[in-house]
């Protein structure tokens, strides 16, 4: 029987921070696992190289769900991204050996094609509705099918998922940026700038928006309800997501689709909002939510209530994640759409390999296995260095989310 003989964490920054597990077994396979919580990346290292990888050495690596189990169930505490995260990474390197073992790209495990590519959105933004607008032509003319539009609230300056750089990156300074917020200035702009993309650019392409956790249920319903007109895909996060009932209250009000997900971390964190058809899209990850194992769980008890797949894939998803996502997406006959930002240059010199993007839709890698592989020596180029995500403040100094 193969073993797994050793499994090893790396933390590196290549570009931004990245924790990666490998796994290598008897027999000389490899395996990789995304382990990255961003903000609290080496909480997650501590748990894999403390508390997970002693537990791993001579397990057998083909029995992926008694690992899962065994991860979950024998940790006692249950859940949380940290816990989550870590046991995603074991899972999705185990997945990888699996299908390298079988000579098979992990979809063909996962019950083969169910469609041929993937669809994905990606980022425009702008800091005005014109910036905005150009950024959207920018990616329509990239071939996007799918276009996610943000824009600065003029009287609050920068806000959420307004690039700076070539990327969009928020964890961005050594302590966390405290940013303003006034809910009342972007309910007022961020209907006139959606409205803008779709009065230029027309209805041939799906629109979407992030609201990023920070309306009241009741504000959410009137925000849905003023860009009724722009037929979003979807309005992503309306409302923090740990009060699943809350959705109710938006559901009441608006036919705007409603996403969520990319902060929970388990099937319980999902249940009532997909049981009671209060989402339109979960937005759950391989790498927050227990690894493929867990993921696919999520998904076909969506597929029972007609609910779709869209899973976060922002920059701080590594590669490895990424190819994972897509490996389930093209196999899972709920899906969606993909999030994908793309990788800085730094990133892609650390990680290589992965999903081909070809005329808005992306395409998983036939070599067996995910298809990422992990420079080391590349990666001692860009050391650990500490990133925080922003605070958001309102107007009269107290903490808002963001
Ligand atoms: C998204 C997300 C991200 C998150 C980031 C936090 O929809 O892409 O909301 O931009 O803010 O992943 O780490
Ligand atoms: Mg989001």
Known sequence: MSKIERAEVFVASPGRTFVTL???TSDGVV?????????????????LRDHLVPLLIGKDPARIEDMWQYLYKGAYWRRGPVTMTAISAVDTALWDIKGKVAGLPVYQLLGGRSRDGVLVYSHASGRDTAELLDDVERFLSLGYKAVRAQAAVPEVGGTYGVRKGKLYEPAATALPDEQPWDTEAYLNFAPTYLEAVRERFGFGFHLLHDVHHRLTPLEAARFGKAVEPCRLYWME???????QEAFRLIRQHTTTPIATGEVLNSIWDVQTLITEQLIDYVRTTVVHAGGLTHLRRIFDLAALYGVRTGSHGATDLSPVSMAAAVHLDVAVPNFGIQEYMGHADETLEVFRGGPTLAAGMLHPTEVPGLGVEYDEKAAERYPYEARYLPVARRLDGSVHDW
Do not use: H, K, M
């Open 22 to 24: 490998r796994i290598t």
């Open 31 to 47: 395996g990789l696992g995304d382990a990255t919580l961003n903000g609290r990346e080496l909480a997650v290292a501590s748990y």
């Open 237 to 243: 996060d309306p409302t923090p997501a740990e009060n």
